[in-house]
Every structure is written in structure tokens, then in C-alpha cells.
């Protein structure tokens, strides 16, 4: 069975700061797949990044960077220099195959003026 | 590029009715999946389909069916309302095929209360 934990159900901090949230799996598939998605106050759920399992190499995207580690199945969500439009629930997920993903309970960011 | 269409965006019921919620996508994409979210939980997945006449189980499948009789629509029924039911609903599709950069596009979501 797979399964995804975020611990950390909720996160304040203020504008500018750094935030890291965490996401740790459990899978026996040898080949998967790990996304984040994020969903804003309007409802929506957008797709941020995938991960393979066979590329550890960390990523990069304007102020988001994900660090893979399969060592300790964990793939972390850093937002660097944070803004209020950064508020959000953000999710993390597993999928062995094309789609059929499991999520995590998410964490919801809440940055500050 | 409409992507994933659901409808009704919100919907009150009586327990013990009947309803579809609807589902389409212009993508072409093989996979469509049904999730519910419940409040401050993740997406619990319900039916999903690999393709067209093709349906199987997920984790949350028992007072819903789904039927996908072509690639574009994905329906899924509820029978006997249920309070248990009350979430929020979420259509998804996705290619199918590892090659291609596969993600899920997701619809807007359908608010269901179950009263």
C-alpha cells in the first residue's frame, strides 16, 4: 500500500521568510512518481512539479526548489522569500503509474504582510 | 483549450436521492479519475478509468458508480444520498503514458451537501 504524510497541517510565517514543507512516502514500487500541487482560497488544484524516481536531482523554478531524497522518501517543497500570494494548501502525491495518485492531507501555508 | 469541464460547481441534496455529476475533457486523454476532498483532508480517489468502457475502483468506491462510455466523459452517479457524502468532488485526466510529462489536470470541483 502506498501512503503520503505531510505533518504539518498548518504553517505561519511572514512575507520574505523561508518556508520548507515536508513530505515523506511510503511505497514497495521500485518505479513511481511524486508530484506537489497547490490549491489557493479559489479552490482550484494546480500541478507544480513531478519528480521520477530514478532523478534525484533537486529542481529549481523561480523561488520553488524541491530536494528528493530516496534515502529517506522524502521530497521536500521549499518556498524561498515568501509572499502573500504563496497562501495556500499545498499537496503532495505518489502515483506508481500514469495518474492513479495518492495525496497526502496537505499542509496549509499561511504567509503574512 | 477548455481542459477538464465539471458540472454542477455546487449542489445541495436530501438524503436518499439520486445524482450525476458530470464530467468532460477535450485533451483526449486516456485516464479520467474521480476524487473527493474532505474538509481539511487530502483527495481520496473513488473510480478511475483507464479508457473508454473500462472501470475499476479506488479507494472510496462504495454509494457511487461511474460508467465511461466514451473518451471525452467521465459521469459519476451518486445513489441514495448520503450525509457521509457531503465533500467536495474533483474530475481529473491525465495522458496515460509515462513517456509524456503525465500529470493530473484537474476540474474546478463540485461542492455537494448532503442535508
Known amino acids: 500500500a502506498q501512503k503520503v504524510t505531510q505533518a504539518q497541517t498548518e504553517i505561519s510565517v511572514v512575507e520574505k521568510e523561508d518556508v520548507t514543507l515536508d513530505c515523506v512516502y511510503e511505497t514497495r514500487d521500485t518505479t513511481y512518481y511524486l508530484f506537489w500541487y497547490k490549491q489557493p482560497p479559489s479552490g482550484e488544484l494546480v500541478f507544480l512539479i513531478r519528480?521520477?524516481?530514478?532523478?534525484?536531482q533537486n529542481e529549481i523554478s523561480g523561488r520553488y526548489s524541491w530536494n528528493f531524497q530516496k534515502s529517506t522518501s522524502s521530497f521536500n517543497f521549499t518556498i524561498t522569500a515568501s509572499q502573500v500570494v504563496d497562501s495556500a494548501v499545498y499537496f503532495c502525491?505518489?502515483?506508481?503509474?500514469?495518474?492513479?495518485?495518492?495525496f497526502g492531507d496537505g499542509t496549509t501555508l499561511t504567509v503574512k504582510p | 483549450n477548455a481542459g477538464v469541464t465539471q458540472t454542477p460547481k455546487f449542489r445541495i441534496l436530501k438524503i436518499g436521492q439520486s445524482m450525476t455529476l458530470q464530467c468532460t475533457q477535450d485533451m483526449n486523454h486516456n485516464y479520467m479519475y474521480w476524487y473527493r476532498q474532505d474538509p481539511g483532508m487530502g483527495l481520496k480517489l473513488i473510480y478511475y478509468?483507464?479508457?473508454?468502457?473500462?472501470?475499476d475502483k479506488g479507494e472510496v468506491p462504495n454509494g457511487y458508480n461511474v460508467s465511461r462510455s466514451t473518451t471525452e466523459d467521465f459521469p459519476l452517479r451518486l445513489e441514495l444520498a448520503a450525509p457521509s457524502q457531503t465533500s467536495v468532488y474533483f474530475c481529473a485526466s491525465s495522458h496515460g503514458d509515462r513517456a509524456i510529462n503525465e500529470k493530473l489536470f484537474f476540474g474546478s470541483g463540485t461542492q455537494l451537501s448532503v442535508l
Open positions: 502525491a505518489l502515483s506508481p503509474n500514469a495518474g492513479k495518485s495518492t
Open positions: 478509468s483507464v479508457g473508454a468502457g473500462i472501470t
Open positions: 519528480r521520477n524516481s530514478f532523478d534525484e
